[in-house]
């Protein structure tokens, strides 16, 4: 599994999040994920149809779109939905 993040500088609740994902990453090492700016990647904010950010995409190992969160989230929730799909 990989989560996709998607957010902005400009976005408070973006700016919430990055460090709440800073420290989940330090709690499940083994969790890939990647940081894209909204305003830097148009195409990418196309191909998964991305209307609002913060935005988390979740994918499975082939790459397939699994669920996503958007807005501000609960540092245990996600941590709850990462781990009962790592192995996805």
Known sequence: ???????AIWCAEC????PMWEEIAKEVPELQ???FDADENE????KYDVKE???????DKEGEEMFRLKGLQN???L???VKE????
Request: glycine content about 2%; hydrophobic content about 50%; overall charge positive.
């Open 1 to 7: 599994m990989k989560v996709l993040k998607i957010g």
């Open 43 to 46: 195409e990418l904010l196309k």
């Open 15 to 18: 700016l919430t999040m990055k």
């Open 75 to 77: 540092k245990e929730e």
């Open 33 to 35: 994920s990647e940081y």
């Open 79 to 81: 941590i709850k939905a």
């Open 53 to 59: 950010i913060p935005v988390f995409i979740f994918l």
């Open 85 to 88: 799909n790592l192995n996805k």
